[in-house]
DNA sequence: CTCCCGATAT
DNA sequence: ATATCAGGAG
């Protein structure tokens, strides 16, 4: 990833004057919403997320409650959110520790937050960045890994690879905008099946244009 | 690598 | 019909 390094200040400071505005589109009020928000999160759109917390979190209002839920209960409230079951256990499961190991409380550091069942790096990279505003890391997921595959910022597709290449070179103090930023233009221009290289502000910073677009005019 | 899994766009 | 959506565990 050679190229990568001269792109990654261009790419940084057009994503960001064009997506400072937007943050997070899940909805949270505590660090325990957004921990079970991310994990609801996983092969969902956030959209369908946001339809189901309200009422979730007004039932559920700390990890104590999460704990003792009743798991089919839990289950079917979630459903609509796909993979039901994994994320009922893990929400259960990971409350179930903040409360035995941690008092009750999400913890605020990634090597406590990687102890939680259910919940890797890019969760913990989330309720980080979202919840205490720190960055030990940069959070992939498949809008990111796909950018950074595209953009030639990253050849891998494990996403803990992918994170690696990222945090060699995008520089510290961008990390904690990194992911929503990548996220927000990964939906609204960049999406998976048709990417709209034509209206893309970094196209001329891209190596995957012209193949998506051989006679797209790299000018923004 | 496979499995978990409903909702939506194409 | 199929791909994709703020993934993680076995």
């Known amino acids: ?21 937007s943050r997070t589109a899940l909805q949270f009020e ?13 092969q969902c759109t956030d959209e369908k997320v946001n339809e189901i917390i ?3 979190f007004r039932k559920y209002r700390n990890a ?3 704990a003792s839920a009743d798991k ?45 069942p259910g919940v ?7 309720v980080l960045s979202s919840a205490f505003r720190k960055a030990e890391g940069i959070a992939v997921d498949t809008h990111v890994r796909r950018l950074a595959q595209r953009l030639g910022l990253s050849k891998e597709k494990d996403p803990d690879k992918v994170e ?22 990964g939906r609204k221009v960049c999406q998976a099946r048709k990417p709209n290289c034509p209206s893309c502000v970094i196209s001329h910073l891209c190596p995957s244009a012209e193949d998506f677009y051989p006679d797209i005019k790299l000018n923004p």
Request: charge should be positive.
């Open 164 to 185: 690696r290449d990222l945090m060699s070179f995008v520089p510290k103090k961008e990390w904690l905008d990194f992911n929503y930023m990548l996220v927000n233009h």
């Open 30 to 42: 505590t660090p325990l919403q957004i921990l079970v928000s991310t994990i609801l999160s996983a």
């Open 72 to 116: 089919e209960k839990l289950e079917e409230e979630i459903r609509s959110t796909g993979f039901f079951r994994n994320k009922a256990r893990s929400i259960i499961n990971a409350s179930k520790k903040i409360v035995d190991d941690f008092e009750g409380v999400v913890p605020e550091k990634m090597e406590d937050l990687l102890k939680l």
């Open 54 to 56: 309200p009422s979730l």
């Open 64 to 66: 104590k409650d999460f």
């Open 1 to 21: 990833m050679k190229g990568a390094k001269k792109r990654i200040g261009g790419i940084i400071k057009i994503l960001r004057k064009n997506y400072s505005h």
């Open 120 to 126: 890797a790096r890019k969760t913990a990279n989330i």
